[in-house]
């Protein structure tokens, strides 16, 4: 509903009249019937959306049981009383299977004596503003105006604002500083909701009224663009291209009416990829421009936008118009590649949001800044750290959200910032991968990623022979055996990641960890009486270790950042675990002592293991200069010769009970499924093939302490779309 009164609605040369339920044409009345004025009158309240049939049902029939038929001869009356016959729609556009949405330009006028009222209100709110001038002024560049109220709240307003501005634009100009633009967001006040249950969505974007959300998926030998109503059920196809070609970065215009979207030839970007346009209600997709890599982002009257253009000269910000791709212009360039990525206009037009990244011997830094679109004056935002940044967004209010890696578990969290003091605080704290985001109304869209994975048992004897599930559809990360064969896990429970205990098959499942902290990563002590696993019960994750039952915990280390993969040593008395932080390092505490060790720094570790008899360890890293994978096996103390192989090995590497070979995933797709795992022998023979289950992807493997069997997680990761709502806390 509007939020002040009107009476008519003019558009194209009609007239509803609200009061007397008129349908007028150059000033001659329209004929209409009762039901064909109500849904007229439905649509033009909800002009520039999107209905769908279940809603103008609800909407005009109320409780009255109808089906489409009703709603179809409706609006075929509609639009023969306003000669809308055409194919080419000029009032009432229909989107198959979905709705109807009434796209014409409305003009809407209040009763004259609406009018006056609303006149006078006018002409004080004037000289009232004029008394505010100066701190109106200094506030505009950071506030968004509040709606005008009924005239009779108007000067109760004025004054309270008069109050409030002028104290706190006194205090900032006191400070020579601007307000903070804050999110409302935060994370005592959003709420989650799932949108798709498509298993396979790559990216999402949302529309700025919050009512519809585009994305796409990959599969089927094809990638695809869907449009989907948030209330809706189902998805309608926007556009497709066969696969390898690729739907890359896409944006949705400021008025909700196109989609903008980057078709990347076989996946590559720059001049491989060509920028197109369609209509949120389909139809050919029309070609923009070429030569561009990321997402466009729009001025707010849609008619200009920014995007990346990436050369072996660097990075170059670009503006162009937005219809047609021309009357080009570099804002900014560097040669330095990757800057000003990810540019968003600001809802002010002002300027441009990006991020950056310098490359410094350490590793990667990312900082945020915003660069004047005037001027290409550049605000620093968020000074440059180790935080990963993937995708930034303004909100309507002026403020940040930023799509970033947790410090601590590396997962891609959503963060709110202020503006432009680039305070950060929390949106999202869990142990979810949140890809992508996007901006509309008061919530947030993001792609939720998630492993669906199920335990098995394989007879080593045999492992051609079918494997035996004892637990399925639930995200394990890893699961060790316990000496008594006994498995010891983690797993998503109720929001939290929690240690459980369970027979080998799959019986007696019992829960160790408490309710309100995650616990992740355990492994056990040769004797089965301790556990060490990762926790964030001190308020950041360290480790910790416990009683096999969950009992006496006690906190390992304090102040470790990036803490993983916690590791017993054969003999019980320290635990190995690696850093990943400013680069990936093994390190060994002393359970007695704490006493902290280097024992792999001098390359990036990804995935290590210990001997059964704790003579060497095994760790897998790239090389720097040809970017290939090694595994190396070297002793675990006292120096002595390294084996390097010349495999690469991804999600797990695993020393066999025997100690003869190690078992890992390896990464080369050309010539290994991601269903199969591989053996590499310690005495030089070439890795092979394992076993390949054909089916689902591999995540982790191990023996059982008897040798016999193979314990593996399998599954496929998911990922759909989650919207996440501002919602008003309840007054206390």
């Not at 440059?384 to 997962?411: C, H, V, Y």
Request: charged residues 25%; glycine residues 8%.
């Amino acid at each position: 509903m509007n939020n002040f009164q009107t009476r008519y609605f003019e558009f194209g040369g009609f007239r509803l009249d609200t009061v007397e339920r008129l349908l007028l044409c150059d000033g001659k009345r329209v004929s209409l019937t009762h039901k064909s004025y109500d849904l007229l009158l439905t649509l033009l309240e909800n002009r520039g959306h999107l209905l769908t049939h279940d809603e103008l049902m609800g909407l005009v029939w109320q409780d009255t049981a109808v089906d489409q038929s009703s709603l179809r001869q409706n609006i075929a009356l509609i639009r023969k009383a306003l000669g809308d016959g055409s194919e080419e729609s000029e009032f009432i556009q229909t989107v198959p299977k979905y709705g109807y949405r009434f796209i014409a330009p409305v003009r809407l006028l209040p009763d004259e004596g609406i009018a006056l009222v609303a006149e006078r209100r006018s002409v004080m709110q004037v000289e009232l503003e004029e008394e505010l001038e100066p701190a109106a002024t200094a506030l505009q560049k950071v506030a968004v105006r509040p709606a005008r109220r009924p005239f009779r709240r108007a000067a109760v307003a004025a004054v309270v604002l008069l109050f409030l501005i002028v104290p706190v634009w006194l205090f900032w100009r006191q400070k020579g500083a601007v307000v903070p633009k804050t999110p409302v967001f935060g994370f005592e006040n959003i709420v989650p909701k799932k949108l798709t249950d498509v298993g396979g969505v790559e990216l999402g974007a949302l529309s700025s009224n919050g009512g519809f959300v585009v994305y796409t998926t990959l599969g089927g030998g094809e990638s695809a663009l869907w449009i989907k109503q948030i209330e809706g059920r189902d998805a309608v196809k926007l556009a497709a291209v066969p696969s390898p070609d690729r739907i890359g970065a896409f944006t949705i215009t400021h008025d909700d009416n196109w989609v903008y979207y980057v078709l990347a030839k076989k996946g590559d970007w720059g001049r491989a990829a060509t920028l197109f346009r369609v209509s949120v209600f389909g139809g050919k997709p029309q070609k923009i421009t070429e030569n561009l890599d990321g997402f466009v982002s729009f001025s707010p009257d849609d008619k200009r936008m920014v995007f990346d253009r990436f050369s072996e000269q660097g990075c170059r910000l670009v503006i162009a118009n937005a219809a047609d791709g021309g009357d080009e212009r570099v804002l900014a360039e560097s040669p330095s590649k990757p800057q000003f990525l990810d540019p968003q206009w600001s809802p002010d037009g002002a300027e441009i949001l990006y991020f950056d990244i310098e490359r410094r011997a350490e590793g990667n830094f990312f900082s945020v800044a915003t660069i004047s679109v005037a001027d290409a004056t550049i605000r620093p935002v968020i000074a440059a750290s180790r935080q990963r940044i993937w995708f930034l967004s303004w909100t309507r209010e002026g403020g940040i959200i930023m799509n970033a890696a947790d410090p601590a578990t590396k997962l891609a969290q959503l963060y709110a910032v202020s503006y432009p003091d680039g305070r950060i605080s929390r949106l999202t704290n869990d142990l979810t991968y949140y890809t992508g985001l996007s901006v509309g109304g008061r919530s947030i869209l993001s792609t939720k990623s998630e492993i669906i994975a199920s335990l098995w048992l394989s007879d080593t004897n045999n492992l051609k022979a079918p494997p035996k599930k004892i637990a399925a559809d639930q995200f394990f990360s890893n699961v060790v055996w316990t000496p008594d064969k006994r498995l010891l896990f983690d797993f998503s429970d109720a929001g939290k990641r929690h240690l459980w205990l369970m027979n080998a098959d799959g019986g007696d499942r019992e829960r160790i960890s408490p309710n309100d902290w995650n616990d992740l990563m355990p492994d056990v002590s040769p004797d089965g009486r301790t556990i060490v696993f990762i926790s964030n019960r001190g308020g950041t994750y360290e480790l910790w270790t416990s009683d096999i039952d969950g009992s006496r915990p006690r906190q390992l280390t304090f102040g470790n950042l990036g803490v993983w993969a916690p590791r017993f040593a054969p003999d019980g008395r320290s635990v190995y675990y690696e850093i990943r932080d400013s680069g990936s390092t093994v390190k060994r505490i002393g359970l007695a002592d704490n006493v902290i060790e280097d024992v792999v720094d001098d390359v990036w570790v990804d995935l290590y293991d210990l001997s059964p008899d704790g003579r060497y360890i095994a760790y897998s890293y790239t090389e720097k200069d040809s970017q290939e994978g090694r595994i190396v096996v070297r002793p675990r103390e006292g120096g002595g010769q390294a084996r390097v192989f010349k495999v690469e090995a991804t999600r797990f590497l695993r020393f066999t009970r025997d100690g003869a070979g190690l078992v890992f995933k390896n990464s080369d797709l050309q010539k290994a499924p991601a269903s199969a795992i591989w053996f590499q022998p310690l005495d030089g023979a070439p890795a092979r093939e394992l076993v390949d289950f054909k089916q689902e992807d591999v995540f982790w493997a191990d023996y059982s302490p008897d040798k016999q069997q193979l314990l593996t997680v399998r599954g496929r990761y998911s990922s759909d779309l989650i919207l996440l709502t501002s919602v008003e806390k309840p007054a206390e």
